[in-house]
């Protein structure tokens, strides 16, 4: 049966990570690499396991997939279907045939697959699980105006995309790196890219909403995080702090805040403070 399925692994000094995804996909595809600048040795790893390693476009707007970037990918594929995938997860044997049956049929055209993930070293209990379209055929997802993390917009029919079993043998497992200190600084470059994406789309701060979507964030974390422990605690409340900087990092947009107004502003009143000396 000819191959009908591409494997895309989008990466970046992934040395420590590439080569547990490849030997998981490169029996029952291809295995594309799209390299964001690596100076480690993704590269050489990734070839001497039969991938082919890809420079990525580059991309106006960090984190976040754009039109440019899927009209590339489907400029270097022969296949119908693509896994549009990350290095850090992991899908189980089901899964991986799952997929492989999926891209020889004519109905379905999106799978969405459960995600597990894993955070801060704990494998005994997941803190997270969701759903997200990293399945599909390649005329059937438009990624104009897309989102930071989203995967495109499907644009077939409700009854040709579907929803895998919520269960261990399908689902994808999500093994995410953190420690505070990788946390803070990866969020706070995600809270900068949505904040400017919602302020250029006319989206203002409101108090509410913030506090909404740190009470959501703590809810969505909170299902699955609660189970250990301590560290379940913390990192609900290091999601919830996550929403808390993207939007006040719209606030800061919105009344123009910037180090060296701050810096100006202190001035002027220094200044003031010190007339009184003369």
């Given at each position: 049966?000819?191959?009908?399925?591409?494997?895309?692994?989008?990466?970046?000094?992934?040395?420590?990570?590439?080569?547990?995804?490849?030997?998981?996909f490169?029996?029952?595809?291809?295995v594309?690499?799209?390299d964001?600048?690596?100076?480690?040795?993704?590269k050489?790893?990734?070839?001497?396991?039969?991938?082919?390693?890809?420079?990525?476009?580059e991309?106006?707007?960090?984190?976040?997939?754009?039109?440019?970037?899927?009209?590339?990918?489907k400029?270097?594929i022969?296949?119908?279907?693509i896994?549009?995938?990350?290095?850090?997860?992991?899908?189980?044997?089901?899964?991986?045939?799952?997929m492989?049956?999926?891209?020889?049929?004519?109905d379905?055209?999106?799978?969405?697959?459960p995600?597990?993930?894993?955070?801060?070293?704990?494998?005994?209990?997941?803190?997270?699980?969701?759903y997200?379209?990293?399945?599909?055929?390649?005329?059937?997802?438009?990624?104009?105006?897309?989102?930071?993390?989203?995967?495109?917009?499907?644009?077939?029919?409700?009854?040709q995309?579907?929803?895998?079993?919520?269960?261990?043998?399908?689902?994808?497992?999500?093994?995410?790196?953190?420690?505070?200190?990788k946390?803070?600084?990866?969020?706070?470059?995600y809270?900068?890219?949505?904040?400017?994406?919602k302020?250029?789309?006319g989206?203002?701060?409101?108090?509410?909403?913030?506090?909404?979507?740190?009470?959501?964030?703590?809810?969505?974390?909170?299902?699955?995080?609660?189970?250990?422990?301590?560290?379940?605690?913390?990192?609900?409340?290091?999601?919830m702090?996550?929403?808390?900087?993207?939007?006040?990092?719209?606030?800061?947009l919105?009344?123009?805040?910037?180090?060296?107004?701050?810096?100006?502003?202190?001035?002027?009143?220094?200044?003031?403070?010190?007339?009184?000396f003369?």
């Amino acid at each position: 049966m000819k191959n009908n399925l591409t494997f895309i692994l989008f990466a970046y000094n992934e040395e420590k990570r590439i080569s547990y995804v490849i030997k998981n996909f490169i029996k029952y595809g291809e295995v594309f690499i799209l390299d964001g600048g690596s100076t480690d040795k993704t590269k050489e790893i990734a070839e001497s396991l039969g991938a082919k390693f890809f420079v990525r476009p580059e991309n106006k707007s960090p984190f976040m997939e754009t039109e440019e970037n899927f009209a590339f990918v489907k400029s270097i594929i022969t296949t119908d279907w693509i896994y549009w995938g990350y290095t850090d997860n992991i899908a189980p044997k089901k899964l991986v045939e799952k997929m492989v049956e999926l891209s020889h049929q004519d109905d379905i055209k999106s799978d969405n697959i459960p995600l597990y993930t894993y955070l801060w070293g704990n494998t005994k209990e997941y803190a997270h699980k969701s759903y997200a379209p990293f399945l599909y055929h390649k005329d059937f997802v438009d990624f104009k105006n897309n989102h930071i993390h989203g995967l495109g917009k499907f644009i077939g029919t409700k009854n040709q995309q579907i929803f895998l079993e919520d269960t261990e043998e399908y689902a994808l497992k999500h093994f995410s790196t953190y420690t505070l200190t990788k946390f803070i600084s990866g969020h706070l470059k995600y809270a900068e890219t949505e904040a400017l994406q919602k302020f250029e789309k006319g989206e203002r701060f409101s108090l509410p909403k913030m506090l909404a979507a740190m009470l959501r964030y703590g809810y969505i974390y909170g299902k699955h995080s609660y189970k250990n422990g301590t560290l379940g605690i913390l990192i609900i409340l290091n999601y919830m702090v996550f929403r808390l900087m993207t939007y006040t990092r719209l606030y800061e947009l919105e009344n123009n805040i910037t180090l060296a107004g701050v810096e100006d502003t202190y001035s002027l009143k220094k200044e003031e403070i010190l007339k009184e000396f003369d």
